[in-house]
């Protein structure tokens, strides 16, 4: 079974670009998410999607950060502009349902953001 | 959600068991205690989940105590592929999986 993949693996920008991430969850997982993981810390949940719709977003900053899973299946996040303190790995995880208790979630290897 | 109290760091020798705690004293009882780990520029990866009931898989034990106050992730041979950032969580809505500092476990050879 293939896992999360997620693109690039590394991303180096100057503040104030723009930059996204691709993410492709395990096929037939009707729930995705990404999370943002800071140097140190755990990684902290940004934004869930069940199928194409938004879930929880309630961690997303919206006024720079903003995500589509259009058709349910690959999943965008996109920073606009970006900041130094937005440096982190960016996680998605996907898993089959996201609505029972006994769900696991299975991460992709992130994309690592440096910005200078 | 239920917080949970685990050691920053503790170190293991190469097959040994390794006996991982974690406090949760506030966990309520529709609460899972999960397992992940975190292996070096990896994503995390399930290990294991349980509510009241010893839980044992391929990779790992779980104890939860009966008062479920606490709980204990056994490796029962550490090999050096074990080092990594180990994260209790107690998970208590469907769509929210939160992540503490978690137990950085070296082993070593």
């Known amino acids: 079974e293939a896992g999360v993949a997620q693109s690039p693996r590394y991303k180096i920008i100057e503040k104030r670009q723009s930059v996204a991430f691709w993410c492709n969850p395990i096929s037939g997982h009707a729930t995705l998410y990404w999370y943002q993981q800071i140097l140190g810390q755990g990684p902290k949940l940004l934004i869930q999607f069940q199928n194409n719709g938004v879930v929880d977003d309630s961690q997303l900053p919206k006024d720079r950060f903003s995500a589509e899973r259009l058709k349910g299946v690959d999943s965008t996040l996109k920073i606009q502009p970006a900041k130094l303190e937005d440096s982190a790995v960016y996680l998605c995880?996907?898993?089959?349902?996201?609505?029972?208790?006994?769900?696991?979630?299975?991460f992709g290897s992130g994309t690592q953001l440096s910005v200078l | 959600d239920a917080k949970t109290t685990q050691p920053p760091s503790m170190d293991c020798a190469e097959g040994r068991a390794a006996n991982l705690p974690c406090n949760h004293s506030t966990i309520s009882g529709n609460e899972y205690v999960y397992w992940y780990r975190q292996i070096h520029s990896q994503g995390p990866q399930y290990i294991i989940h349980?509510?009241?009931n010893n839980e044992t898989n391929e990779m790992a034990s779980l104890i939860i105590t009966e008062d479920r106050k606490s709980s204990t992730l056994i490796l029962p041979h550490a090999t050096l592929r074990d080092t990594a950032v180990y994260y209790c969580i107690v998970r208590v809505s469907d769509y929210k999986l939160s992540f503490g500092a978690g137990t950085t476990v070296t082993v070593r050879a």
């Open positions: 995880a996907s898993s089959s349902r996201g609505t029972g208790i006994n769900e696991k979630l299975f």
């Open positions: 349980g509510l009241k």
